[in-house]
């Protein structure tokens, strides 16, 4: 594993599109998020996406969503470039979405992630995530999710 890096984390502006597609083309086979919800996302009030910037290029992203009148965050994606892995982004960008969920009066985060995502799903365990659902045939492809949540 290469050095931990100390990185910025900031909220995504509407400049940072082509690169958050380029990382979503990188990391996910299926079930991407288009262009086009990326930006809807972007611009939301529903919604928080935020960026970890090396240098200046978007090293990954954590997009949280919210529903009106609701106390429960759910994180919908989360991602990071390959080149970046291993370095404590993930890491960082979750405890950021994490702080962002808070301080709208959420108290409680949700998630689904592959069944057999174990690097995704170790970074959740190994930050107070709760398994408490398994949904049958979620993704494009037919794999089956695991439902996490922890308190905020
Ligand atoms: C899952 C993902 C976001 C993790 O990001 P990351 O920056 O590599 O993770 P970090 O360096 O912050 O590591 C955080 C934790 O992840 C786990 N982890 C990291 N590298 C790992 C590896 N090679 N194997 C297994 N677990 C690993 C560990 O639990 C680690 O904590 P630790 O170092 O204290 O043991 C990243 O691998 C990714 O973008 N994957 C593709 C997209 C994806 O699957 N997103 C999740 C959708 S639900």
């Not at 405890?95 to 301080?103: H, T, V, W, Y």
């Not at 108290?107 to 690097?119: A, K």
């Not at 995530?129 to 049958?136: A, D, K, N, Q, S």
């Given at each position: 594993m290469a050095g931990e890096l100390r990185v910025p984390v900031r909220q995504g502006i509407a400049s940072d599109l082509d690169a958050l597609v380029a990382i979503e083309t990188q990391c996910f086979d299926s079930d991407q998020l288009s262009r086009r919800s990326l930006r809807y996302f972007l611009r939301v009030p529903n919604a928080v996406v935020l960026v970890a910037e090396i240098r200046g290029s978007v090293a990954g992203y954590a997009l949280v969503a919210f529903r009106k009148g609701s106390a429960i965050a759910r994180l919908y994606s989360i991602a990071i470039a390959p080149d970046f892995r291993g370095r404590n982004l993930g890491r960082l960008l979750l405890k950021a979405g994490e702080r962002a969920a808070r301080q709208r009066g959420a108290d409680l985060m949700c998630l689904e992630v592959r069944s057999r995502n174990r690097r995704a799903i170790a970074l959740y365990e190994s930050h107070g995530y709760c398994r408490c659902g398994r949904i049958e045939?979620?993704?494009?492809?037919g794999a089956a999710a695991f439902c996490y949540e922890k308190p905020l």
């Amino acid at each position: 594993m290469a050095g931990e890096l100390r990185v910025p984390v900031r909220q995504g502006i509407a400049s940072d599109l082509d690169a958050l597609v380029a990382i979503e083309t990188q990391c996910f086979d299926s079930d991407q998020l288009s262009r086009r919800s990326l930006r809807y996302f972007l611009r939301v009030p529903n919604a928080v996406v935020l960026v970890a910037e090396i240098r200046g290029s978007v090293a990954g992203y954590a997009l949280v969503a919210f529903r009106k009148g609701s106390a429960i965050a759910r994180l919908y994606s989360i991602a990071i470039a390959p080149d970046f892995r291993g370095r404590n982004l993930g890491r960082l960008l979750l405890k950021a979405g994490e702080r962002a969920a808070r301080q709208r009066g959420a108290d409680l985060m949700c998630l689904e992630v592959r069944s057999r995502n174990r690097r995704a799903i170790a970074l959740y365990e190994s930050h107070g995530y709760c398994r408490c659902g398994r949904i049958e045939d979620y993704y494009e492809d037919g794999a089956a999710a695991f439902c996490y949540e922890k308190p905020l």
